[in-house]
């Protein structure tokens, strides 16, 4: 496939701490980047690094060869595309929009015809990796798109991307490969907290326990992600309970319309919901532990 290196002017929508990172990494690799974000202090800190601010998606937009949309979810980015002062009618013709939210595929499509019928190119392009690989230009994005949208999209995907995944020439494939990962992500989160807080019922050493399944079956990537979280009693928000309520939500109204069913993920959930019932849907995922050793009585790193 043919790629434009001459393509250097990108524009981010959303600086928080996936956009900004990702903002970065176009602007380490030569790119011309304007951003905006609701947050007048996350703009002060991307023009600080050498970045162009902007008002608005629109004047973002303007002129950008790529547009890299990093907000939340498929009501933002159609707000971002479409809304007051929206990016896709500031779009130059021919320029591609990376969606990056994770989103029922069926919105996904739905997005994409609507901005390609006016000229320009929407690659579904959902990632995966968190803050820290967003800072070093190592996401893995899981992509799908238009030949047209991957070669207009391709100097700014490696600048951001560690791995690219090419999952298919339409919207929507992105964005369902995304909701499997999210399905697995959850559970396993959830697992992880379960298993954390029946250890701690039992009375036994933690720090031990996390030790011994690292290297052992039950292990998983979130396990080993999330329970030092727990052991150390830090919830700030690395991935905020509230994002799993949205994207397993995702999940139970995909599954619900295909009549599949989804017995372990509806279960978990239910215990990221009644975290967030309990105040905690801005604090971290493993806050689900803090949720079981409430009801339970167990007795967490950090807890009286």
């Not at 803050?131 to 995907?157: N, V």
């Not at 020439?169 to 697992?191: C, E, R, S, T, Y």
């Not at 849907?281 to 803090?290: E, I, T, Y």
């Given at each position: 496939?043919?790629?434009?290196?001459?393509?250097?002017?990108?524009?981010?929508?959303?600086?928080?701490?996936?956009?900004?990172?990702?903002?970065?990494?176009?602007?380490?690799?030569?790119?011309?980047?304007?951003?905006?974000?609701?947050?007048?202090?996350?703009?002060?800190?991307?023009?600080?690094?050498?970045?162009?601010?902007?008002?608005?998606?629109?004047?973002?937009?303007?002129?950008?060869?790529?547009?890299?949309?990093?907000?939340?979810?498929?009501?933002?980015?159609?707000?971002?595309?479409?809304?007051?002062?929206?990016?896709?009618?500031?779009?130059?013709?021919?320029?591609?929009?990376?969606?990056?939210?994770?989103?029922?595929?069926?919105?996904?499509?739905?997005?994409?015809?609507?901005?390609?019928?006016?000229?320009?190119?929407?690659?579904?392009?959902?990632?995966?990796?968190?803050?820290?690989?967003?800072?070093?230009?190592?996401?893995?994005?899981?992509?799908?798109?238009?030949?047209?949208?991957?070669?207009?999209?391709?100097?700014?995907?490696?600048?951001?991307?560690?791995?690219?995944?090419?999952?298919?020439?339409?919207?929507?494939?992105?964005?369902?490969?995304?909701?499997?990962?999210?399905?697995?992500?959850?559970?396993?989160?959830?697992?992880?907290?379960?298993?954390?807080?029946?250890?701690?019922?039992?009375?036994?050493?933690?720090?031990?326990?996390?030790?011994?399944?690292?290297?052992?079956?039950?292990?998983?990537?979130?396990?080993?992600?999330?329970?030092?979280?727990?052991?150390?009693?830090?919830?700030?928000?690395?991935?905020?309970?509230?994002?799993?309520?949205?994207?397993?939500?995702?999940?139970?109204?995909?599954?619900?319309?295909?009549?599949?069913?989804?017995?372990?993920?509806?279960?978990?959930?239910?215990?990221?919901?009644?975290a967030s019932g309990a105040g905690m849907g801005r604090d971290d995922d493993a806050s689900v532990a803090r949720l079981y050793a409430q009801v339970s009585g167990a007795k967490?790193?950090?807890?009286?």
């Amino acid at each position: 496939m043919t790629t434009d290196t001459h393509i250097r002017r990108a524009a981010v929508i959303g600086l928080g701490s996936m956009g900004s990172g990702m903002a970065g990494s176009l602007l380490r690799a030569g790119f011309t980047v304007a951003a905006c974000d609701v947050n007048p202090d996350a703009v002060a800190r991307f023009e600080a690094a050498g970045g162009r601010g902007a008002a608005n998606p629109a004047a973002a937009a303007q002129d950008a060869d790529v547009v890299v949309s990093v907000v939340v979810n498929a009501a933002q980015t159609e707000a971002v595309l479409f809304g007051a002062n929206g990016a896709a009618a500031a779009m130059p013709e021919g320029a591609v929009f990376v969606s990056s939210a994770t989103m029922d595929p069926a919105v996904a499509r739905a997005l994409a015809a609507r901005l390609e019928a006016t000229g320009r190119h929407y690659l579904d392009a959902p990632m995966s990796g968190g803050a820290a690989r967003a800072a070093d230009g190592g996401l893995t994005f899981l992509a799908s798109g238009s030949a047209a949208a991957f070669a207009r999209a391709r100097p700014a995907l490696d600048a951001m991307a560690g791995t690219l995944y090419e999952l298919g020439d339409a919207a929507g494939q992105g964005a369902a490969f995304k909701m499997i990962n999210q399905l697995l992500a959850g559970v396993h989160i959830a697992a992880a907290c379960e298993a954390m807080s029946f250890a701690a019922k039992q009375g036994l050493d933690l720090a031990r326990v996390y030790e011994v399944i690292t290297k052992s079956a039950g292990n998983s990537w979130m396990f080993e992600n999330r329970v030092p979280h727990i052991l150390e009693a830090d919830y700030a928000p690395k991935s905020a309970v509230d994002i799993f309520v949205k994207d397993l939500g995702i999940v139970q109204d995909m599954a619900r319309a295909e009549k599949y069913p989804v017995p372990v993920a509806a279960a978990a959930l239910q215990m990221f919901l009644m975290a967030s019932g309990a105040g905690m849907g801005r604090d971290d995922d493993a806050s689900v532990a803090r949720l079981y050793a409430q009801v339970s009585g167990a007795k967490l790193p950090g807890t009286k």
